[in-house]
């Protein structure tokens, strides 16, 4: 007698996979760009500007303020134009000092604090007087003469000249003889609420040019795309396998294979998430080879 299995297996599977694409623009961090200030001057009085977010500020000062102008330059090649970029074509400020001796302070107070780093500034021409630096950050608070950033002292003219920094003084002090481009630039290591120079004359009637910079943040953004998968479910509603019947006829004796349903079985939900839509196939291979063997242990068993 011989049998013969012959498995029948239908299989009726309902999904459904719709793919959302978002659009979107995510910030991806800040950068900066560089920016001189910009002044309007009125006698004794005047402010600054900057283009961006950094704060604005008036000024004060006990004597006429000659400006805004723009024909001295620090280019890139100054440690101060190395950071911030050439000034060709940007205005700076002139104070000055009292004829022979004396002195003449200038106040500059910002509309809110500055932020803690990415302010600078250059006094330049500094040869014939000295430059007292003061300054206040949060809640008027003194700053240190370390906290004011002393950062070198170059020639923009391309001389040998350049002032000396006396830390202990928070002084910027000129060698007395008439030069160009004898200039210290600062780089502020805390917030500012108000910064004054005060200018002493060591010699004749001196006046210096005060550069101001900032590095101002700004967002850049990235275009990302997001995927969206829905969730989905796949459900194999039914497998049936059935043992066709056979008649072997040698010798006179007829057996007749017994028919064997499995019906409504295995019924399985899978959840659609992009992870198990990549590994179903395999899923739905195993399933179908563990019904196939559990079939062939039930046939042996007859």
């Known amino acids: 007698m011989k049998k013969v299995f012959a498995p029948v297996i239908s299989l009726a599977v309902a999904t459904a996979v719709v793919f959302g694409f978002g659009l979107g623009i995510s910030p991806a961090g800040a950068t900066t760009t560089a920016e001189y200030a910009a002044y309007t001057v009125n006698g004794t009085t005047g402010s600054v500007s900057f ?6 500020a008036t000024f004060t000062s006990q004597r006429t303020v000659q400006g805004p102008t723009t024909s001295a330059v620090l280019d ?20 000055s000092s009292p004829y022979i001796s004396g002195s003449s302070s200038t106040v500059f107070t910002f509309a809110s604090v500055t932020p803690a780093t990415g302010f600078g500034f ?10 007292t630096i003061s300054a206040t950050t949060t809640g008027g608070v003194a700053v240190t ?24 003084t928070s002084t910027l002090i000129g060698n007395t003889a008439e030069t160009s481009g004898a200039s210290g630039w600062f780089s502020p290591t805390v917030p500012l609420e108000t910064i004054t120079f005060t200018s002493a004359t060591l010699m004749g009637s001196p006046e210096y040019q005060v550069w101001m910079a900032a590095l101002i943040p700004f967002p850049v953004t990235t275009t990302t795309t997001t995927t969206t998968i ?20 040698t010798p006179s004796i007829t057996t ?6 499995i019906a409504n079985q295995n019924l399985v939900e899978i959840p ?19 019904i196939a063997l559990t079939l ?3 046939l042996r068993q007859q």
């Open 51 to 56: 283009v961006g977010n950094f704060p604005s």
């Open 76 to 95: 890139a090649s100054t440690p101060f134009g190395a950071v911030y970029g050439s000034s060709i074509g940007q205005s700076y400020i002139r104070l």
């Open 122 to 131: 250059t006094l330049g021409d500094i040869d014939a007087e000295a430059i």
């Open 145 to 168: 003469a370390a906290e004011l950033g002393y950062t070198d002292s170059f020639n923009y003219a391309n001389g040998s000249d350049v002032p000396t920094w006396n830390a202990g």
């Open 230 to 249: 829905p969730s989905t479910t796949t459900t194999i509603l039914s497998v049936t396998t059935t043992t066709i019947a056979t008649t072997t006829t």
């Open 256 to 261: 007749n294979v017994a028919s064997t349903t």
């Open 272 to 290: 659609a998430t992009g992870r198990n839509l990549a590994i179903a196939p395999y899923a739905l291979w195993a399933l179908i080879v563990g």
């Open 296 to 298: 062939r242990r039930k």
